[in-house]
């Protein structure tokens, strides 16, 4: 089964099935069951789709999907040129953003997983909510990455595109930087900022250097660092 929309609601996709979200139309509360799939193309508009196990929703160029939620087995592709904005990635859920899409103002529950692609990015910040952010995009200025919760993870594997601000870091939460060799000569501080809301979490690791902003009002014995035992550090709080 297969169908191209101008205009759907509260369409049921099975196993099998294919629903096509053409240029200028749009789908709103779709329900993706396993073996079934929804495609937003350039132009249409995809809002508050359920994406189940064994589902799966794609955004290609200038499609846009907002509001998604993934299940448990769900998994969202952002392809180059589309966009995913408040999409929710519950746990054993996954989205994928390839290299040129965009994902905006998402939140992942503890057990969800965000990747997001080298030459991908992040506007309009993100929610861990116990969930696991893996970062290889840029993630700009003016935007914050927020943590909700204990357990969530914020992996950057490319801290020189990284300059958001972090807010909400606490116990159980971790920044992985997956370039930084884990070892005795890694030193972590941070520095407060005049007006305590916030401050600058610096890691050296002999010719990195990262910089991180935080939210609120921290001291460097508040951090420590240890192996994310895939070759990277972890920064934690104590």
């Known amino acids: ?109 503890s057990g969800g997983r965000l990747t997001v692609a080298a030459e991908a990015g992040v506007s309009g910040g993100l929610t861990l909510s116990g969930g696991t952010a893996t970062v290889s995009g840029t993630v700009g200025g003016g935007q914050t990455v927020a943590f909700a919760g204990p357990g969530g993870d914020l992996a950057l594997y490319n801290v020189p595109g990284f300059a958001a601000a972090i807010g909400g870091f606490g116990a159980g939460d971790t920044v992985d930087l997956g370039t930084f060799v884990s070892g005795a000569g890694e030193t972590v501080s941070f520095t407060e900022a005049p007006s305590l809301t916030s401050g600058t979490l610096t890691v050296t690791d002999g010719g990195s250097h990262a910089s991180l902003t935080l939210l609120g009002n921290y001291t460097s014995s508040n951090f420590a660092l240890a192996t994310d035992h895939a070759g990277g550090t972890l920064v934690k709080f104590v």
Not at 2 to 18: E, I, P
Not at 79 to 101: C, K
Not at 102 to 107: A, K, L, Y
């Open 1 to 109: 089964w297969s169908s191209d929309v101008c205009s759907s609601d509260l369409t049921v996709v099975n196993g099998g099935g294919t629903e096509h979200v053409d240029r200028g139309g749009t789908a709103s509360a779709t329900v993706v069951h396993s073996g079934g799939s929804v495609y937003v193309f350039g132009g249409g508009t995809a809002s508050r789709s359920v994406v189940a196990s064994g589902g799966i929703e794609v955004v290609v160029s200038a499609g846009t999907a907002v509001g998604t939620v993934v299940s448990g087995g769900g998994r969202e592709l952002v392809r180059a040129g589309g966009i995913d904005r408040l999409s929710v990635i519950s746990s054993g859920g996954a989205e994928f953003i390839y290299s040129a899409g965009v994902v905006s103002g998402g939140t992942i529950i």
